[in-house]
Nanobody
């Protein structure tokens, strides 16, 4: 399984950004995919996850601002709006199996991308 993220960059506070993750070799029927963020000096944090029933889960820190989606080509997206400086970090795509809430827990995910850097700064 290979996960490749893209779409990171430098954005001003209040701006928007969309991240993408292309998954190859991932054929689980009970699929689960999620986005995580790791800020400098902090633990990796689960942000959003989506499962094979199209159920979604979000961390409180991003609820109402971020939206996770998965298209029919199995490309995972994270639409990020109203970005804040504290959203700065490396964003990782991950895959596993189970229900959406599981996808917010790094220890339950089996596959990881290498990450894409998002910087929110004026």
């Amino acid at each position: 399984v290979q996960l490749v993220e893209s779409g990171g960059g430098l954005v001003q506070p209040g701006g928007s950004l969309r991240l993408s993750c292309v998954a190859s070799g991932y054929t689980s029927r009970n699929y689960l995919m999620g986005w995580f963020r790791q800020a400098p000096g902090k633990q990796r944090e689960g942000l959003a996850a989506i499962d094979s029933d199209d159920e979604k889960a979000y961390a409180d820190s991003v609820k109402g601002r971020f939206t996770i989606s998965l298209d029919d080509k199995k490309i995972l997206y994270l639409q990020m709006n109203s970005l804040k400086p504290e959203d700065t970090g490396t964003y990782y795509c991950a895959a596993g199996s189970g229900e959406a809430w599981v996808g917010l827990r790094a220890e339950f995910m089996d596959y990881w991308g290498k990450g894409t850097l998002v910087t929110i700064s004026s």
